[in-house]
């Protein structure tokens, strides 16, 4: 297992904005183009959600990465275990066997996956991630900033504003976005 500490700033962007902060990453020959599945999974009452937490593997490449994250006060603390594909697979057919790696109690279930073109830059402070997400019959555009310290936003509204996009900050997180728009459908 590894732990990471998350200190992220965010913003969702129209389709115009994206374009030209795609535009200006793309130029760059040190970009990264990363297309990346997570999938979601809950306790059957939600449970994770209503205690800051939220559960995923991730599929990159060959890759499958188990995190459980944990929304703190500035920032999000990340329990990940690289996993896998068998484990994968398990899990997609019997979402309980995520517990054999991480402990939590309920019933876990399967609610869908999201879907990211990611395309990431490092610069002074951390690394841009400009990210287009389909889930849910649904796509939206978002930017985030992966800091190095806590410090860092007044330099994100920066680098926003040299393509005159205000900044606005983004409270609300894929998942949770995922799973207001699964609720929906549920519906």
């Known amino acids: 297992m590894e732990e990471n ?14 374009q030209k902060l795609k535009t ?21 009452d939600f449970s994770l959600g209503k205690e800051k937490k939220a559960l ?6 060959d890759t499958y990465e188990l995190c459980l994250k944990e929304k703190r006060a500035q920032d999000v603390l990340e329990h990940n275990y690289m996993i896998s594909k068998e484990a994968f697979d398990l899990a997609l057919n019997d979402p309980n066997t995520i ?3 991480i402990p939590l109690k309920g019933d876990f279930i399967l609610l869908g996956k999201l879907f990211t073109n990611r395309i990431e830059l490092k610069i002074k402070g951390g690394l841009i991630c400009l990210d287009y997400s389909k889930y849910c019959n649904k796509e939206d555009y978002e930017i985030e900033f992966e800091a190095v ?6 330099f994100f509204e920066v680098f926003l504003d040299m393509f005159d996009i205000k900044y606005k900050e983004n409270k609300v997180n894929k998942i949770e976005r995922f799973i207001n728009e699964y609720k929906k459908m549920e519906e």
């Open 24 to 44: 200006y990453l793309k130029a760059s020959k040190e970009h990264v183009d990363i297309d990346q599945t997570n999938y979601y999974f809950e306790t059957v």
């Open 56 to 61: 995923r593997i991730r599929v990159k490449d």
């Open 149 to 154: 310290d806590y410090n860092k936003e007044e």
């Open 99 to 101: 517990k054999e790696y």
């Open 5 to 18: 500490i998350e200190i992220e700033y965010k913003q969702l962007l129209d389709v115009e904005e994206y």
